[in-house]
Each structure stands twice: as structure tokens, then as C-alpha cells.
């Protein structure tokens, strides 16, 4: 009987952890959709010029992306982890600079004094929405 049970649970696990939607695969599935929510949300901080807010959800965006893409654990993650990523699945040394360098921007933008961020939210946003789908490409 406890074998029949034991067969009975690995068979069961089997089934279930296919058809499992829940978890780390659903977030890799959905990852684009996550990222471009936010990017929605950032299109509404700029048409409220609400500066620190965009280039806050801009950022989020990417690591969120960046996180529930590759499988990274929120407290792992960094420019040096991304580099490591990128290589390992052989994504493009350009795109993996680019991503980068959106990073570094949105720092940059979200503690520098305000000068000019309104010509600039609306390019960041654009670049933003090209490397994510510049990595989804990459990786089919």
C-alpha cells in the first residue's frame, strides 16, 4: 500500500507540476506583460510630469523585467548579475549594454537635480519599451 501511495504521489506530481501555472514559470511567461504594465504606469507619470515617479516605475520595470525573466531573486540582483545573465544565454553584448545604460540613465535622472527631464522622460520610455522587446527577441 505505501508503495502504491508513493507512485500514486509522483505520478499526481508529475501531472500537476506540468499544468502548474503558478510560481516562477507563470512569472517568465508573463515578464513582457508585468514590464509593459509598468511602462503604462510610467506614460502616466509623464503626462503628469511627475518626474522621480517615472524614472522610479522606468527602473522597476527593468529589474522586475530583468527578475521574473531570468529566475533572479529580488536580493540578487545587480549590473553585474545582469552582465552574467545575458552572457549565459547568449544575448547580444549591445543589448546587453544597452539595458545597462538605461539603468545607469534612471539612476542618474531619479537623484540628479531636475534640469530637462521632460524631453528626456519621453526618449527613456522609448528605449525602455525597444531593449525589453530587443531581449524578448533575442531570447526566442
Given at each position: 500500500?505505501?508503495?502504491?501511495?508513493?507512485?500514486?504521489?509522483?505520478?499526481?506530481?508529475?501531472?500537476?507540476?506540468?499544468?502548474?501555472?503558478s510560481g516562477i514559470e507563470w512569472k517568465n511567461r508573463k515578464?513582457?506583460?508585468?514590464?509593459?504594465?509598468?511602462?503604462?504606469?510610467?506614460?502616466?507619470?509623464?503626462?503628469?510630469?511627475?518626474?522621480?515617479?517615472?524614472?522610479?516605475?522606468?527602473?522597476?520595470?527593468?529589474?522586475?523585467?530583468?527578475?521574473?525573466?531570468?529566475?533572479?531573486?529580488?536580493?540578487?540582483?545587480?549590473?553585474?548579475?545582469?552582465?552574467?545573465?545575458?552572457k549565459s544565454t547568449n544575448i547580444?553584448?549591445?543589448?546587453?549594454?544597452?539595458?545597462?545604460?538605461?539603468?545607469?540613465?534612471?539612476?542618474?535622472?531619479?537623484?540628479?537635480?531636475?534640469?530637462?527631464?521632460?524631453?528626456?522622460?519621453?526618449?527613456?520610455?522609448?528605449?525602455?519599451?525597444?531593449?525589453?522587446?530587443?531581449?524578448?527577441?533575442?531570447?526566442?
Amino acid at each position: 500500500m505505501p508503495i502504491l501511495l508513493l507512485i500514486f504521489l509522483w505520478i499526481y506530481n508529475k501531472i500537476v507540476g506540468k499544468t502548474d501555472t503558478s510560481g516562477i514559470e507563470w512569472k517568465n511567461r508573463k515578464a513582457n506583460k508585468i514590464a509593459l504594465k509598468r511602462l503604462k504606469t510610467a506614460q502616466i507619470c509623464i503626462n503628469s510630469n511627475d518626474f522621480d515617479s517615472f524614472f522610479e516605475e522606468i527602473e522597476k520595470s527593468l529589474w522586475g523585467y530583468f527578475a521574473d525573466k531570468f529566475k533572479v531573486e529580488s536580493a540578487d540582483l545587480s549590473k553585474e548579475t545582469v552582465s552574467t545573465f545575458f552572457k549565459s544565454t547568449n544575448i547580444d553584448n549591445n543589448i546587453e549594454i544597452k539595458f545597462i545604460n538605461l539603468l545607469d540613465e534612471c539612476e542618474f535622472a531619479r537623484y540628479a537635480p531636475e534640469s530637462n527631464k521632460n524631453a528626456q522622460m519621453d526618449t527613456v520610455l522609448t528605449k525602455a519599451k525597444n531593449i525589453i522587446i530587443e531581449v524578448e527577441t533575442a531570447l526566442k
